[in-house]
């Protein structure tokens, strides 16, 4: 695949098939076989894959200018203090609880409240743990960076293959005005030569563990005014240094989190700023993740859901469940089956290349346009030209339904999110939010209800070329739209 | 010669057990707290108080008294 190999083309979705296929040459040969699982990594695992986070880092050794420790990170995957702790011991009871609930269960990850390498002793011996009852979950943990040279064997002996390390800046001068302190060497570093040594440490561990073999994903906070423009050169850094994804997360400062850029009023980038540097970032060998919802770290479920409260300690049974490894092995065999045959694509359409539009679609997964407007928490984002349709990345809003501050107020919430579309398709839609849409200039689609979206999209496309050259319609390029504040908590 | 921990400001999070070179730092129904017997102020072993280095909340660790 040419150019567009910043996307994930819709023809490589479902289970089973690469996804990553066009992945950094550095990258392992069998990168496929090691996401194709993995919920966080592949939109197709996506869908048929769960993850679970479990909180047994709480301490952390670098201070972040968009982390406030009393709340939950929503830039990192990071609980807070008001999320619940575990002990190692409990988080195994814990993935025993889900695992027999959610044959789906195909990650453990640990990525806070803290840092999981900060806590190291807690970590590893959550690993070990895990690994002795569910030798078939993957193991992945996120860390800063800065413990990480010094953690390479213990991530390798306890098979964890995949590791994130969220890196914001190769220039300690950028650096600087994003972590304030970090605590390294029995000491208290502050400013540039704090910055330098997490630098040094990142590039480090990064380097070693590409070495070893280990994934490595990067993620990047885009932080608007500090390192925007600046992370194209941390993309090339990462890449060299062998990363096989690059994430690259707005930022959310919300002035009720606390935050030190939520106080200073620093703002989050719009959802075309965002998409502008992926689409820079992701031009060469290297894959650009657009599906990253910056869930929770004690999120539990298929990603868009998050079923953690079900699996709250106290909600555990007396005796513990005993790992269903059969009903593993038939959920999976049964997923194969199910694989759907690839769609024949469309033939091409003359001149309709240039036409590129952008389309909102709600849907509960399967690939299929089946969810209501009204109860869409989220909507995948699509691109469709001549050459076929993208998936560019999700949009959260609040539930229209039950916009508890009033139906006008989430329907201004979700036009702002939907600000840079042409179209909508859903399953149903009242007749107050379709008005609303119209009004916006955004058409609404439910002549695809339940229908397939990668063929209804094209279809779409078909006909608005030619209502288009009909005259009925003028295309213009659409504005710009918000991304949504806070953590991602679905209801 | 002993820090204390302010309980409005704890986190729990633990790092300054983690720490702690003497095991002074331990949790008691639910809080930090410092033990004055055992904390040296790391006198000796550290120039900087590691409790109080690594603590993420700002006057969260301070002298006693
Ligand atoms: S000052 Fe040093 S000895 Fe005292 S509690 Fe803190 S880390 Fe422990
Ligand atoms: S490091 Fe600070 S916040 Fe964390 S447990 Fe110790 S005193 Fe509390």
């Known amino acids: 695949m040419p150019a567009a190999t910043a996307y994930i083309p819709l023809d490589s979705f479902g289970p089973g098939r690469p996804v990553l296929s066009d992945a950094s040459p550095q990258a392992a040969p069998d990168l496929d076989a090691r996401v194709s699982d993995h919920p966080c990594y592949s939109e197709s695992a996506h869908r048929h894959f769960a993850r679970m986070h479990v909180a047994v880092a709480p301490a952390c050794n670098i201070q972040c200018n968009y982390c406030n420790r009393k709340f939950d990170c929503s830039n990192e995957s990071r609980p807070g203090v008001v999320s619940e702790r575990l002990t190692p011991e409990q988080a195994v009871r814990k993935m025993l609880a889900v695992a027999s609930a959610i044959p789906q269960l195909s990650v453990l990850g640990i990525a806070g409240p803290g840092d999981a390498l900060a806590n190291a002793e807690k970590t590893f011996r959550t690993c070990e743990l895990v690994r002795r009852q569910a030798p078939d979950l993957k193991l992945c943990l996120s860390t800063n960076g800065l413990a990480l040279p010094d953690h390479i064997d213990d991530i390798v002996r306890h098979g964890i293959d995949h590791v994130t390390i969220t890196i914001n800046m190769i220039d300690a001068e950028v650096g600087a005005q994003i972590y304030p302190w970090i605590f390294y060497d029995h000491r208290r570093h502050h400013g540039v030569a704090a910055a330098a040594i997490l630098h040094q440490r990142q590039m480090q561990g990064l380097e070693m563990l590409a070495e070893r073999g280990v994934l490595v994903k990067v993620n990047s906070v885009m932080i608007p005014g500090i390192n925007d423009t600046h992370l194209l050169d941390v993309n090339r850094a990462v890449r060299e240094r062998g990363a096989f994804l690059h994430n690259i997360m707005p930022l959310i400062s919300a002035p009720e989190h606390g935050t030190r850029f939520g106080l200073d009023g620093r703002r989050a980038p719009t959802a075309g700023e965002l998409k502008a540097l992926q689409d820079q970032c992701g031009d060469g060998a290297m894959q650009v993740m657009r599906h990253c919802r910056q869930c929770r770290a004690d999120a539990v479920g298929l990603l868009g859901e998050d079923r953690a409260a079900e699996f709250a300690l106290a909600a555990l049974g007396e005796i513990d469940p005993p790992y269903p490894r059969e009903a593993r092995r038939a959920y999976r065999a049964g997923l194969k089956a199910a694989a759907p045959a690839a769609q024949p694509s469309a033939p091409p359409v003359a001149l309709s290349e240039s036409v590129c539009l952008t389309v909102a679609v709600a849907t509960r997964g399967d690939d299929r346009i089946n969810q209501h407007f009204g109860h869409a928490s989220e909507f995948q984002i699509f691109e469709v030209d001549g050459a076929g349709a993208r998936f560019i990345g999700h949009r959260r809003v609040d539930h229209y339904c039950q916009g508890g501050y009033g139906e006008d107020d989430a329907m201004a919430t979700v036009l702002a999110a939907l600000n840079d579309c042409h179209a909508v398709f859903v399953a149903k839609i009242g007749n107050c939010p379709r008005e609303a849409l119209r009004a916006a200039g955004i058409e609404t689609v439910d002549r695809y209800a339940q229908q397939a979206i990668d063929p209804s999209l094209r279809d779409y496309h078909f006909d608005y070329l030619g209502r288009l050259a009909a005259g009925q319609l003028h295309h213009a390029a659409r504005g710009d739209a918000l991304l949504r504040q806070g953590a991602f908590v679905a209801v | ?65």
Not at chain 2, 32 to 40: E, M, N, R, S, V
Not at chain 2, 42 to 57: E, L, T
């Open chain 2, 1 to 65: 010669m002993a820090l204390t921990i302010s309980s409005d400001l704890c986190t729990g999070c633990a790092a300054c057990e983690d720490e702690c070179p003497n095991s002074a730092v331990h949790m008691k129904r639910g809080m930090y707290l410092i033990d004055p017997d055992k904390c040296t102020e790391c006198s000796g072993k550290f120039d900087q108080p590691q409790c109080q280095a690594v603590c993420p909340m700002t006057g969260c660790i301070s002298k006693a008294g």
